[in-house]
């Protein structure tokens, strides 16, 4: 019997699955044993925040040191973009600059901040020992389909392996982060479409009628009236 | 005469008090503040620090107007008995927390005033609504209010032309009014302090831009760009910011003699003699102050010979239900953000439930509705799921689609929730701190039971999903001084026995101390209460601006 590493193997398999034309992304959930979840041990954060009375007009830039090494935001930068990917004239999610507020958030001194900078940081370095796991190479190198086989071991909660369950939980808050914070920047904001934070004098407007031809459609259709 | 503090009770007491003619020496515990100079108007969350998201350095995100305040004060802690889970919001800035409040300005009802003696319970107030009826309209219309006078029972009249007019529903708010009606329940406006045309020199809402960082225009009432200006103008306003009240001194004769204060930049006390003494340092430090100015003459402090100072403390229950609401996802886009409140809301509709025996609680709650297309912050990353276009796809349909039910009630008071002084605690001014006892009673569990299976109807009547629908009252209530409508320890009545005040506000054993705030609500209705404390103020300083003019305080 020829001893195939665990690598080889994942390898292989790898090759099947793309030979027998799997729609893309859309792998099995991995069989294989995924690398262990590893809580990475973090000195604190110890920088001072923005205080109690900062000047509210013309923000500065948060007062501590961002803590992010250049191979975490490049990992961080394509995990982003899996999850907010550009479309159109839309930027991605680095793009949009995420990855300099994130970089900000995991570094802030507060303890939500510093809960998150634990599970992000111990997920990113999960994520590379997946990848050497899994096809011998670091996340940012691997193909496009080979990233998203791992990522779709863990993006989807309601079908996650057990194994999965602590990197599945990483990628949550992963998510969440990044999501808020490209669609709280101008380009998210725009494309979510808000229209607001513009000055109007005399009666607020209120609806306009094509909101109201929407709203009146649901209300037929729940039986509801005004 | 010297009046203690800045905010909703001590602004009004200085504007009807100068207008008067009487001099007044105002003392602010924090900096001074200007909200036409310091307010982030239009300001996004992208230029803010952590996208602007809430932080233990600013409890209520980065553009809150509160100024080093907060749950915690830095150097300014206090104390809670086993069991007691408390919050004490303060804010350390002229203005004190009217800078950033809700605005909710609901007129308490005939029925608010005489709770006790419908069903037993806690303490009625010395007077009518009638009585306040007046005031009410003086006020409102000093203040800026819009709103309209619907006919509830909830919501007495205004005055004719007093109310400003207000705007319009937004699209979840319309169904969600839809949804109340099909199961009889009534909505409203809601009454806010918001102008919609000018007073003074403010400027009417132009319809953007959130409330609670603030209003550099004047058009959200706070204290700083209308009432302390207004006494100002007259000549008879001195305010001294950065002195924090610690006791007040009586003599031999039971009178007040003046107040010692620590000077936050010296960190040195100094103290300072009046005719009249009007403490509205918010409920809890003007109990703190009164217990504080404790002697060998008067061991349980100053105007506390019923012993109820620091009793009788109550909050407004709270509790917050939100759903999706699939009929409300991928809705045309419009600017929806309006005042930046809720437009309308459902008052309490229960009095003749409970009137029958009903209902398993005694006293009422409202909803503040909650739909709109957000500014988008952090939370906008909360419907995400999966990855790629389809998350995208997903947070675009969803936006605008969660409706929100909080709702605010009332509580009773009770002999578990009340503060005292620390023994031992001591800020960093050396001042001796509060220790607070706090527990919910089942009237304010059902009545939150209540809540959440209205609300429930209401979200699955629109077609939605409530979140966390099986919730326990003891999860969904919020705790104890969370809700910032901290009120009664210093309650009003007509039994110096069991009251610290007569209607007046003026204390029963020290006849020129004087207490302004919400300290002297005797009950604590489910409306916000700064509205009401604008208007006592306004009824009592009128009343000691007269005894001082005939020579009797």
Known sequence: MTHLTRRESFRRAAILAGASGLPFGCAPASESVPAAWQPLELKPVTATGYGTDPNLIHPAPAPWILTLTEKQRNLAGVLADILIPAEGDIPSATGAGVIDVLDE???????????????LLSGLDWCEREADNRFGSTFATLTEMQQLEIVDDIAFPERTAAAFAQPAAFFDVLRRLVAGMFYSSPEGAAELGYLGNVPISGDWPGPTAEAMAHLNEQLNKLGLEL | MIVVGSGAGGGMAAYVLTRAGHKVLMLEAGRDYDPVAETPMFNTNAEAPLRGTRT???????????????WDVPGEPYTMADGTDFLWWRARMLGGRTNHWGRLSLRFSPHDFKAATRDGLGADWPFEYDTLAPWYDKTETIVGVCGDNPGLDDIPDAAPGVLHKPPQPRVPELLLAAAAKKL?????????????????????????????RGCSIGAAFQTTTSLLPLALETGNLKIVTDAMVHTVAVDDTGRATGVTFV???TRKPETLSARVVVLAASACETARILLNSRTDALPDGVANSSGQVGRNLMDSTGASFTGLVPALENRPRYNEDGHTGNHIFIPWWGHAAQAKGELNFPRGYHFELGGAFPAPGMGAGSSAAGYGLALKERVRSRYGAYVGLSLRGEMVASDDCYMEIDGEVRDQWGIPVPKFHWKWSEHELNQVAHGRDTARQIIETMGGQMHNPDQLPEEAIKKGGEIIHEVGTTRMGTDPGTSVTNEWGQTWDVPNLYVMDGGVFASNPHK??????????????????????????
């Open chain 1, 105 to 119: 958030w995991v570094s802030a001194p507060y303890p939500l901040q510093q809960e998150h900078r634990a599970v």
């Open chain 2, 528 to 553: 916000n209460c700064t509205l009401t404390i604008m208007t006592l103020a306004m009824r009592n300083a009128d009343h000691l601006a007269q005894a001082m003019g005939r020579g009797n305080v």
């Open chain 2, 56 to 70: 233990p350095d600013k409890h209520f995100g980065f553009y809150d107007a509160t100024v080093d305040g907060g």
């Open chain 2, 263 to 265: 000077n936050r930049k």
């Open chain 2, 184 to 212: 009889g329940i009534p909505t409203a406006y809601m009454h806010r302090a918001i102008l919609t045309r000018p007073l003074d020199n403010r400027q009417p809402c132009f319809w953007a831009t959130p409330c609670g």
